[in-house]
Nanobody, 123 residues
Framework: QVQLVESGGGLVQAGGSLRLSCAASGSILQINAMGWYRQAPGKQRELVATITSDSKTNYADSVKGRFTISGDNAKNTVYLQMNSLKPEDTAVYYC?????????????????WGQGTQVTVSS
């Protein structure tokens, strides 16, 4: 099994910063990409940012210049540094990973999700 555990959410005032972390564990042979998505009440889940194993990044237009995604391949961990937060950034943030899980003799591609962490930005 594969587990993604997020941390770092919370309540912050507009203009403030938060850093989210997501650690992947379990029968992981290879992680191809990890990312962050968010879902606000009454809205669909949307992409925030992704990073590949060779550090290529992609951001939603709404967070470009404010959020930075980074990863630590050795720790199977991805981070999201969120600066200049706005009330519209309020959402549950979910970690996602595209990976190959083991065992080696029965490996398969899998897409996994974390349980989510709440980010609330007050005006």
């Amino acid at each position: 099994q594969v587990q993604l555990v997020e941390s770092g959410g919370g309540l912050v005032q507009a203009g403030g910063s938060l850093r989210l972390s997501c650690a992947a564990s379990g029968s992981i042979l290879q992680i191809n990409a990890m990312g962050w998505y968010r879902q606000a009440p009454g809205k669909q889940r949307e992409l925030v940012a992704t990073i590949t194993s060779d550090s290529k990044t992609n951001y939603a237009d709404s967070v470009k210049g404010r959020f930075t995604i980074s990863g630590d391949n050795a720790k199977n961990t991805v981070y999201l540094q969120m600066n200049s937060l706005k009330p519209e950034d309020t959402a549950v943030y979910y970690c996602n990973a595209d990976l190959i899980r083991g065992p080696y003799w029965s490996k398969r591609v899998e897409n996994s999700w974390g349980q989510g962490t709440q980010v609330t930005v007050s005006s």
